[in-house]
């Protein structure tokens, strides 16, 4: 590379269109083989890496919406679980149940054999319309109800009931005393169940293992989990072995399986016990229809909205290796499915039940290196063959689901998943094919006069486009490079105050936002989005009430008023030394909240926070000579937290632990620190509480609160008290 510097030379002093010819085609070459050698060499790297970057990209893909759906899957879960504890917990269910049991524990009175008979043919109506054509209709006598009581009940409810929708039937006005108190609570219990999505809602009596309420009325109302036709089912061992062993807030679920009540359609069901004066007196369970797993699954039939494309799909099992959602082909094209499950070699009869009861769960089985694997403890992510004999990108691991061993699996045909990368390479090698002769042509064109003159312009809007505003061109010509470099200088200009003053306002901004609202939100809010609230699980509120003396003289009142500026200051600088963010203050009431930003229990980072507050607050105060009383409150639970606002935006954290932390501060004594049940349980373990009796709000209402004594390794062992030496 050396003889083209004296051949340049030459061109430059003498001038020679010959020589100046040969500089151009010589810098045309160079550019031709430098692009020629760049689009091989990125052509082979390409091919060589193409396939693993493809793999790793939809993996990560697949991975991302196998995890999405796998959340969505157990925080549904979750709140079912959620759902039937609280249903279990409500001093009305406890009543509702008292009054059912009595009532169906009251009837006395036999069905006469001709209102037997008919029930017997509302079942054999009922069954036979459920079973598919094929399959034998299970004996009736094996699920006829044997107690007069239960066919009592269903006559009523079920034989004689004159609304289509079983659950419209109030009070059938046999007069007795169940029926008065079905009458009573059935409506709300309906509510219930409606407003909560679920299927059937049943409640169960302790003391006769009894259905003594059913939303739906079907077969399993009024009859014995422990001795009737449904004693072998998971529900009635849930409700009578499981729930007996189950602490109090919890619930157990019950797996899928074919449940004749509901119409030989895979059904699972979630439970709870229902507890009077700390005494088991029942249970409350809830169907959870296979069809609201598959919205969880499926994201409600939007494959194609979730990123899977045409083929991918999400789906669940169980230990038994058997689907606990349906497929997605069958769901699209049972035909096609039918004829690949028929391909990949099942059984006719297997294959036959997925038609004759129009699901895949509980029936196509999946015994896949991926289930096998997922179900072993550990995800899998690889290229393997799916359930219907297809090469497939597949992604599973298990599901966190408490009381079921179920994983979830993503997955995607390898021709899917690879066709559209191949496609985009031979479209990118055809573009570099084509463009290749159009840069080697361009480069003849620019380089007999733009190459030179747009060197140092090009070099200054590079340094200028990695910031460095500093750049200046000298301006040595008058032609349009000229204009150009002189134009470039002003822009140069303009950017250098545009940048101060956007540094100046992106501070300025900032400031104001951290001002109203906490440092993990600005960025949020400054992205556009202006109403944002978070659901916080096991937040703590922290109420602090400071009563300043009453004011005489001015200079009293100017003590106070710098004292006020300093309390506020104070209180600030210890929440961020806790980690407790506040939510609002006045001159006499602060309100902060630990817990937002993690995921851990803050119950006692609020406590500590508490009382280095009121130990501050105390010694602040004798140092500025102004007696003030301090009372604070803490409450634990479930909040929101959020800004609202356009005009004036405004931080707020709402829910029954703000109020409750209040309530609690305004009964508190002066430097009394009282905290609710739910504190009190979680710093139990090192702190010493102890619970204040009498504690009266100002509506009259009796307030639980405990008292914090201080730290346990503080107190003396033997007195129980601090200990001061």
């Known amino acids: 590379m050396t003889s083209p510097a004296p051949n340049a030379q030459k061109s430059q002093s003498t001038k020679t269109p010959k020589q100046g010819r040969k500089a151009r085609t010589e810098v045309a070459v160079v550019m031709t083989l430098v692009v020629l050698v760049s689009v091989l060499v990125v ?124 659950s419209n039937l109030d009070n059938p006005g046999d007069g007795s005393e169940y029926s008065i108190a079905h009458a009573t609570y059935h409506p709300g219990l ?11 809602l049943l409640l169960i009596d302790a003391a006769t293992s009894s259905v003594v309420y059913s939303v739906d009325k079907n077969t399993d109302f009024g009859t014995n989990l422990a001795a009737g036709p449904y004693s072998d089912s998971a529900l009635a061992d849930a409700v009578l072995d499981q729930l007996r062993f189950a602490a109090a807030g919890d619930a157990v679920v019950v797996d899928f399986e074919p449940y004749i009540p509901a119409g030989l359609k895979p059904t699972a069901f979630m439970a709870a016990a229902i507890r009077d004066q700390g005494r088991v007196i029942g249970a409350v369970a809830f169907e959870i229809p296979n069809d609201a797993l598959a919205a969880m699954t499926t994201a409600d039939l939007d494959w194609k909205g979730t990123g899977l494309g045409e083929t991918g799909e999400v789906y669940i099992v169980g230990e038994d290796l058997l689907m606990r959602s349906d497929s997605r082909l069958w769901l699209e094209d049972p035909d096609q499915y039918v004829e690949d499950a028929t391909n990949a070699g099942y059984a006719t009869e297997m294959v036959a039940a997925i038609e004759g009861f129009d699901t895949t769960v509980l029936i196509q089985p999946v015994d896949t290196e991926a289930v096998a694997a997922a179900l072993a403890g550990t995800d899998f992510v690889d290229v393997t063959t799916n359930y219907l004999g297809q090469d497939t990108l597949t992604v599973a691991g298990p599901l966190e689901v408490k009381g079921l061993q179920w994983v979830a699996v993503s997955e995607i045909t390898r021709a899917e998943a690879f066709g559209a990368m191949r496609s985009h390479s031979i479209a990118l090698l055809i573009f570099i094919a084509v463009l290749t002769p159009l840069v080697i042509g361009f480069a003849f064109l620019i380089s007999k006069r733009m190459l030179r003159p747009i060197g140092p312009i090009v070099d200054a809007a590079g340094r200028i486009g990695q910031g460095d505003l500093d750049t200046q061109l000298s301006v040595s010509s008058k032609d349009e490079f000229g204009d150009l470099a002189s134009k470039l200088n002003g822009v140069v200009a303009a950017l250098q105050d545009q940048a101060a003053e956007l540094m100046q306002a992106e501070k300025d901004t900032t400031e104001m936002l951290l001002a109203v609202m906490p440092e993990r939100m600005v960025e949020q809010f400054r992205s556009g989005d202006r109403d944002i609230a ?108 959020g800004v609202l606002g356009t005009d004036r935006v405004v931080y707020n954290v709402w829910g029954d632990p703000t109020r409750n932390a209040a309530s609690l501060a305004a009964v508190a004594q002066s430097g009394q620190i009282l905290v609710d049940p739910v504190v009190a349980s979680h710093v139990g373990d090192e702190w010493a509480v102890e619970p204040v009796l009498g504690l009266v709000n100002l509506d009259g209402s009796e307030i639980q609160g405990w008292r914090v004594v201080g730290l346990k390794a503080d107190l003396d062992p033997t007195t129980g008290l601090m200990d001061v030496t």
Do not use: C
Not at 43 to 58: E, P
Not at 190 to 200: F, K, N, P, T, Y
């Open 43 to 166: 052509s082979v790297y390409n091919f060589w890496t193409a396939g693993d970057l493809l793999k790793t990209s939809v993996e990560s893909q697949l991975l991302g919406i196998g995890e999405s759906r796998a959340a969505r899957i157990e925080s549904g879960m979750e709140s079912l679980e959620a759902t039937a504890a609280s249903l279990a917990s409500g001093t009305g269910m406890a009543v509702a149940l008292n009054d059912l049991s009595n009532g169906y524990r009251a009837l006395d009175e036999s069905p006469s054999a001709a209102q037997v008979e008919e029930l017997r043919a509302e079942y054999e109506a009922g069954v036979a319309s459920v079973v598919p054509p094929g399959y034998e209709v299970p004996p009736i006598d094996t699920i006829f109800p044997a107690s007069d009581r239960a066919r009592y009940l269903q006559y009523y409810y079920i034989a004689a009931n004159p609304f289509e929708d079983r």
């Open 190 to 200: 309906r509510s219930v169940a409606d407003a909560l999505d679920i299927g059937d």
């Open 534 to 641: 978070e659901a916080v699980r096991n937040a703590t509120m922290i109420a602090i009430s400071v009563d300043e003396p009453g004011v005489v003289q001015m200079s009293e009142q100017e003590a106070i008023a710098d004292h006020t500026v300093a309390v506020s200051s104070g209180i600030a600088n210890i929440a961020k030394r806790y980690g407790v963010e506040p939510v609002a203050s006045t001159a006499t009431q602060y309100l902060a909240v630990a817990g937002l930003a993690v995921d851990d229990d803050a119950a006692g980072q609020a406590v500590q926070y508490a009382t280095a507050v009121r130990d501050w607050l105390a010694k602040a105060s004798d140092g500025a000579g102004v007696s003030i009383t301090t009372h604070i409150g803490l409450s634990a639970g479930d909040v929101v937290a």
